[in-house]
């Protein structure tokens, strides 16, 4: 690595948090451009590093890529102009300064969504609802102040006066990441489940990082019902896309309800 490249990267290095040297050609920090993780202060992702005879920076969070020269102009341009003058005074400017083109390719940073909340086994009301129905509390989460949570994960209700509580029931895609939940009412309610999509372009199927697409999938109406069915999905709304399992051989299992209109429409629209 060019001499005056690690000069002035130890210069700059007290404005990148978790700065630290891996090597000689290689600088590790937080990366200043998305600020890393929130939640994990102790992730470092941007990194400054040696290629050929040019010095880049890189972050593997949000994908920024630019010569060190770029970089340096946006962490300190006073710094940047002392940077320059002193690359020209030893022959690396002009024409001679070879840097690789910058590369803004800035992507929005994915982060995985994840449950901050008390597994239902672990709140006595929720538990003991949930066992007299059969069902396994450690599959599902509780909170409190639904509103209030909700809003945390997805600005949802304008307002979050009278708030209550309610069991949370998790959807997950294919690769268990979580794309939405349902809000079920403990106590009865005139809106028994509410159902926030946190992917808006996710289907509103409950269990796919579960079912196998290779073996029939039975279709049922609700997620609680769903786990007592081997290999079920259950739809959580009534815009579920079925179209979702192309091609597996998909079964669906109604609620005996004969005078239910809804129902009744629904079974007269099938093939």
Known sequence: ??????????LVSSRLQKFKRVKSDLYNFRCPICGDSTRNKNKARGYIYAVKNNTNFKCHNCGASLSFNNFLKEMDPTLHKQYTLEKFKEGHTGRGFVVEAPKLEFKKPVFKKSLNLPK???????????????????????????????NTQKVTFDTIGRDESRIIIPMYDRDNNLIGFQGRSLVPNSVKYITVMLDEEAPKIYGLNEVN????????????????VNNSVALCGSDGDLGYFKGSDVILVYDNEPRNREIVNRIGKCD
């Open 1 to 10: 690595m060019d001499l005056v490249d690690s000069k002035y990267i130890v």
């Open 120 to 150: 239902a086994s672990e709140v006595p009301a929720a538990k003991e609802y949930l066992e007299k129905r059969k069902l396994n509390p450690e599959k599902f989460y509780f909170a409190d102040k639904f509103k209030e949570w909700t």
């Open 213 to 228: 697409e290779q073996l029939p999938i039975y279709v049922v109406e609700g997620p609680f019902d769903s786990t007592f």
